[in-house]
Protein backbone atom coordinates (compact mmCIF):
# COMPACT_ATOMS: atom_id res chain seq x y z
CA UNK A 1 0.00 0.00 0.00
CA UNK A 2 2.80 2.37 0.70
CA UNK A 3 4.54 1.73 -2.47
CA UNK A 4 0.86 2.76 -4.25
CA UNK A 5 0.59 5.78 -2.47
CA UNK A 6 4.69 6.89 -2.89
CA UNK A 7 3.76 6.60 -6.84
CA UNK A 8 0.58 8.11 -7.29
CA UNK A 9 2.52 10.89 -4.79
CA UNK A 10 5.03 11.38 -6.95
CA UNK A 11 4.16 10.62 -10.37
CA UNK A 12 1.71 14.06 -9.97
CA UNK A 13 -1.76 11.61 -11.00
CA UNK A 14 -5.04 12.64 -10.14
CA UNK A 15 -6.64 10.09 -7.30
CA UNK A 16 -8.93 9.66 -4.48
CA UNK A 17 -9.37 7.18 -1.57
CA UNK A 18 -11.81 6.23 0.38
CA UNK A 19 -11.49 5.25 4.24
CA UNK A 20 -13.77 4.22 7.14
CA UNK A 21 -14.46 7.31 8.96
CA UNK A 22 -16.22 6.54 12.69
CA UNK A 23 -17.49 10.02 12.64
CA UNK A 24 -18.46 10.38 8.87
CA UNK A 25 -22.00 10.09 7.38
CA UNK A 26 -22.12 6.26 5.74
CA UNK A 27 -19.24 5.68 7.78
CA UNK A 28 -16.59 6.43 5.11
CA UNK A 29 -14.72 9.66 3.73
CA UNK A 30 -13.20 10.66 0.72
CA UNK A 31 -9.62 12.53 0.21
CA UNK A 32 -7.37 13.32 -2.78
CA UNK A 33 -4.10 12.05 -3.44
CA UNK A 34 -3.34 16.00 -3.20
CA UNK A 35 -4.46 15.94 0.50
CA UNK A 36 -1.28 13.72 1.32
CA UNK A 37 1.72 15.22 3.17
CA UNK A 38 3.11 12.04 4.32
CA UNK A 39 3.56 8.93 3.58
CA UNK A 40 4.27 6.32 6.31
CA UNK A 41 5.04 2.86 6.96
CA UNK A 42 1.59 2.31 8.66
CA UNK A 43 -0.67 4.85 7.05
CA UNK A 44 -0.49 8.33 5.51
CA UNK A 45 -1.18 11.84 6.63
CA UNK A 46 -3.35 14.10 5.10
CA UNK A 47 -4.58 18.05 5.31
CA UNK A 48 -7.88 18.75 6.17
CA UNK A 49 -9.49 21.96 6.54
CA UNK A 50 -9.23 21.78 10.49
CA UNK A 51 -5.69 20.80 10.82
CA UNK A 52 -4.07 16.91 9.79
CA UNK A 53 -5.46 13.20 9.93
CA UNK A 54 -3.25 9.98 10.28
CA UNK A 55 -4.95 7.37 8.05
CA UNK A 56 -3.93 4.05 9.20
CA UNK A 57 -3.74 1.88 5.60
CA UNK A 58 -5.86 -0.73 7.30
CA UNK A 59 -8.75 1.62 7.02
CA UNK A 60 -8.72 2.66 3.36
CA UNK A 61 -11.01 0.66 1.41
CA UNK A 62 -10.42 1.90 -2.16
CA UNK A 63 -8.08 3.63 -4.22
CA UNK A 64 -9.54 5.11 -7.11
CA UNK A 65 -7.64 7.19 -10.34
CA UNK A 66 -9.24 10.13 -11.29
CA UNK A 67 -10.89 8.86 -14.79
CA UNK A 68 -12.71 5.99 -12.56
CA UNK A 69 -9.98 3.30 -12.82
CA UNK A 70 -9.89 1.42 -9.88
CA UNK A 71 -6.76 0.84 -8.25
CA UNK A 72 -7.78 -1.07 -4.80
CA UNK A 73 -11.32 -2.09 -3.56
CA UNK A 74 -11.42 -3.71 -0.08
CA UNK A 75 -14.76 -3.32 0.63
CA UNK A 76 -16.33 -6.24 2.04
CA UNK A 77 -19.27 -7.50 -0.69
Known amino acids: MRQLFNKL ?4 AKAYFSYV ?4 AGGEEVASIDDVVE ?6 TISTGSGERYI ?10 ATGE ?8
Do not use: C, F, Q
Request: charged residues 30%; hydrophobic residues 35%.
Open 70 to 77: VLLDRRKR
Open 56 to 65: PYHRIVEVRL
Open 9 to 12: KWTG
Open 39 to 44: VGSGGV
Open 21 to 24: SRGA
